[in-house]
């Protein structure tokens, strides 16, 4: 008897069960953590990858060419100053004056008593700018500014031209990039949801200003498409445009990809129309001519963009949100990850039902192991507690061999999610994995 999923998910209950599980540790956690920073463990980093996996897939369409790049972490002032990051990044703070707590001014009531000790002594309100400052080359007199950059879109845009003379692309078309950002958020919080370090994947789109509306309509329906695919429950995605004063003075329009997280809705993605802003910017800073010219009206233009940008720490927690389940089973609870196959870190596990066929139920593992490298070969606990473990890391299928199988030359499968089982020919379990990865 199976009872239906539930989803009461916590956000304690996550961030244990990820530590328990290998998924995420606090960044130094022997040294007291380093609040903002997290490492990612085998689970966390195989997860990771495939959320970038399906990302970069999402992205082709048949407007345009999808180029890739990978620019540095660190840029020059310079840029950042084109850029308006050194002028224009900050975060308004407060400190109370009795506890020493640091607020974002923006996120508290000044008008009532410090959240942390209860009195009511603030400091004036400062703005902080909030990137990574530091020095590139040895003396520090000689050496020049430079910053971790608080985004990789700038990455993109100062090697428009480069990308657009090399890759035989024409406009429109994306370059995307998969990247580290650094900011120094003064109230880093909600776990992975606002970190000071994080990953981001930005896909910036050119085109010319006349299709930019009509570019920036197919993205953020083609944009949120994505989330469907990626089996999200509907009812926690929805499409939010900005109020005009929420928009960053470079962006004429900006719709957010929202979800319904336990601590309420909040940005996923944000899809906007930057304008020509950002190569108007370059150009004038770095004096560099960055437009292209258009054969047919045999004029120079600086094109449009449309910026896709989400950040795949943010995404990944939304996953585990979403996918976490809860249900019963025979009077039993259990949890699992209800994961799309293809973000599943694990796709299989094997089982030998007994110690006595470790062998042969080894050598068939081994075998698929060629070809489907993230598997993995269970032999302690009884079968039901190999199960459960499997289920909750979010593993799609589990294999067990066991006394018929020599014989009938079958193995058992169960699915994840129903818990059915099914026998299938020891020789259709490639073409049964492959299968159930790609729906
Ligand atoms: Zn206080």
Redesign the pocket.
């Known amino acids: 008897m199976k009872e239906s999923p539930k989803n009461p998910v916590t956000l304690d209950t996550l961030v244990a069960l990820c530590k328990r599980r290998g998924f995420i540790f606090q960044t130094a956690e022997i040294y007291g953590g380093l609040n903002g920073f997290y490492d990612f463990g085998h689970l966390g980093t195989l997860l990771k990858e495939n959320i970038r996996q399906n990302w970069r897939n999402s992205l082709f369409n048949k407007k345009g060419e999808i180029t890739f790049m990978e620019g540095s972490l660190i840029g020059p002032e310079a840029m950042w100053i084109a850029s308006g990051h050194v002028q224009n990044f900050h975060d308004p703070m407060v400190d ?1 004056m ?4 640091r607020f974002r001014s923006d996120h508290i009531d000044l008008e009532k008593s ?1 959240p ?4 009511k ?1 603030w400091t004036e309100v400062r703005t902080f700018n909030m990137m990574f400052k530091t020095n590139i080359g040895a003396a520090e007199a000689h050496a020049s500014t430079g910053y971790l950059r608080p985004e990789t879109a700038q990455a993109i845009f100062v090697n428009f031209k480069n990308v657009l003379s090399t890759s035989r692309v024409k406009i429109p078309f994306g370059i995307a990039q998969i990247g580290k950002a650094f900011r120094n958020e003064i109230t880093p919080k909600q776990f992975l949801f606002r970190m000071r370090e994080f990953e981001q994947m930005e896909m910036e789109w050119f085109c010319k200003a006349e299709d930019a509306q009509e570019m920036f309509d197919f993205w953020r329906q083609k944009r949120l498409d994505f989330y469907h695919d990626l089996g999200l429950d509907k009812e926690k995605l929805r499409l939010r445009p900005h109020e005009k004063d929420e928009l960053s003075h470079y962006s004429s329009q900006t719709d957010d990809v929202e979800y319904n997280f336990p601590f309420g809705w909040k940005e996923l993605e944000g899809i906007a129309h930057r304008g020509n802003y950002d190569l108007t910017q370059h150009t004038k800073h770095a004096g560099k001519d960055l437009a292209v010219f258009d054969e047919q009206a045999k004029a120079s233009y600086v094109p449009d963009v449309i910026e896709c940008s989400v950040g795949s720490d943010r995404l990944l927690l939304t996953i585990l949100f979403d996918s976490y389940k809860e249900d019963t089973i025979d009077g039993e609870t259990r949890n699992y990850f209800a994961f799309k196959p293809s973000i599943a870190p694990i796709k299989a596990a094997f089982f030998p039902l007994s110690k006595k066929l470790e062998e042969p139920a080894r050598a068939i593992f081994d075998d698929i192991r060629k070809v489907v490298p993230h598997i993995q070969f269970d032999v302690s606990g009884s079968i039901g507690k190999r199960y459960r473990r499997q289920d909750e890391i979010g593993t799609p299928l589990c294999f067990t061999y066991d006394f018929d199988s020599a014989e009938s030359n079958t193995i058992t499968v169960r699915d994840r999610n129903t818990t059915k089982q099914e026998r299938i020919a020891i020789d259709e379990i490639l073409p049964y994995i492959q299968k159930v990865l790609t729906s």
């Not at 009795?98 to 707590?101: D, Q, R, T, Y």
């Not at 942390?116 to 009195?119: E, F, L, M, S, V």
């Open positions: 109370c009795e506890c020493k707590h410090c942390n000790c209860g009195k002594n």
